[in-house]
């Protein structure tokens, strides 16, 4: 990645440390820490915006006021199944994400699918940046592949053969719909 927003200080709105350290490989030049102690409010947004922005604005509220508050919100949205889960993918998933999604497509032929990615950063000043991702593809039949997490064992991107589970984790730090969203937002940061 470019020098865009290089040195940027931010707060990453998750308690989760897998999210800081791919904040951190995609932000590599950003001094970034997890929003510490925080009761984050319900997702209950229309949009992956919608809750990117509830998180960021949350982190606003409770975070270092110095800081830039950076969040995100995604999911896969699947042609059979009318493009859902989509926003509620993790509350559909539950954890069991290659489970579910290969059960609710048994015997479809249509496996269309597309990882969704935004991104909301708020400078200390509220002002807000973002940034879209949008990583086109198909579900396998079948898991495959040992990296990544959630849906990767059966995304296989367009113009792939394998899935995102086999293409690893360095491909994805490059490909993914964070990575395009993240690229985007550091468009937005020249």
Known sequence: MDGAGAGLRATVCSANPHKLAEFEALFPDWELELLANADFPEE?????????????????????????????????????????????????????????LLAA??????????????LVALSPEHEERRGSGVLPGTIAIAPAGSEGFGFDPVFVPRGRD???????????????????????????LR
């Open 44 to 100: 209950d947004g229309l949009t992956y915006l919608d809750n990117a922005r509830i998180k960021a604005r949350y982190g606003r509220l409770v975070g270092p006021r110095d800081r830039w508050m950076l969040a995100d919100d995604s999911g896969i949205e699947v042609a059979a199944l009318g493009e859902g889960p989509g926003v509620q993918t993790a509350r559909w998933a539950e954890g069991r994400h290659v489970e579910k």
């Open 105 to 118: 497509l048994d015997g479809e032929a249509d496996r269309r699918a597309q990882y969704v990615c935004e």
């Open 162 to 188: 394998r899935t995102v589970a086999e293409l690893g984790d360095a491909w994805k730090g490059e490909h993914s719909h964070r990575a395009i969203a993240a690229r985007s937002l550091r468009d937005t």
